[in-house]
């Protein structure tokens, strides 16, 4: 190979890792997948997101932090588009960089529909995050008694503990509502 040929090459190989690497968020999106969906699932726009999901774009796509649109419907609190993106496929285990699953969000946010809806579609109800966290336990911390009492009915273990070795309960205790805690001990944690 001669020095010229090497030197395309290696300029080709460096222009190719600066575009795949050094690109910003929203490009990084395009690669992966369609910008256009997270901004309608963003705005609320239903109309648009069903558009773009029926031209075939994907609901699972994740953006730079690991969140797809699905997260981003149950972080905005909009049930409609939650409904949408699982109808159109969107799986409701995939983890974001710190292993929240729109479960997880569904339970920050104390959403008890949105949770319905997710456990419905086969979300884990019990699944860790990386700290260790489950639904119940993100619920239990930010003391949203009927994400609580959905997550409970729907068969929440009250025993499982994180890292730390906090269960939900314990979690509740350090929330600012006292009905969180009061909850989970009328469903037998302790």
């Known amino acids: 190979m001669t ?6 090459v290696t300029a080709v190989a460096a222009t190719v890792a600066l575009a ?3 690109t910003p968020a929203r490009a990084e999106i395009s690669l992966l997948g369609s910008p256009e969906l997270f901004d309608a699932v963003t705005s609320g726009d239903l109309a648009k ?4 999901l029926v031209r075939g774009n994907s609901p699972d ?3 730079v ?14 049930a409609e588009l939650v409904a949408l993106l699982l109808k159109f496929g969107a799986h409701t285990n995939i983890a974001d960089k710190q292993g929240n699953t729109p479960l997880h969000w569904a339970a920050e946010a104390g959403d008890p529909g949105v949770i319905k809806l997710l456990l419905a579609a086969n979300g884990k109800i019990n699944q860790d995050n990386r700290q260790g966290l489950t639904p119940l336990m993100i619920a239990a911390r930010a003391g949203k008694v009927e994400a609580i009492e959905a997550l409970i009915k729907s068969g ?3 025993d499982k503990t ?8 314990a979690w509740a205790a350090e929330s600012r509502n006292p009905q969180a805690a009061t909850t989970l001990r009328r469903a037998g944690a302790h």
């Not at 020095?3 to 395309?8: G, Y």
């Not at 997101?49 to 773009?52: E, S």
């Not at 932090?65 to 909009?78: E, F, S």
């Open 156 to 158: 929440a273990a009250l």
């Open 162 to 169: 994180d890292f730390t070795g906090r269960d939900a309960l």
């Open 49 to 52: 997101a069903k558009d773009l």
């Open 3 to 8: 020095t010229a040929i090497r030197t395309l």
């Open 65 to 78: 932090r690991g969140n797809t649109p699905l997260v981003m419907a149950v972080k905005a609190g909009n």
């Open 20 to 22: 795949l690497f050094a």
């Open 61 to 63: 796509v994740q953006d």
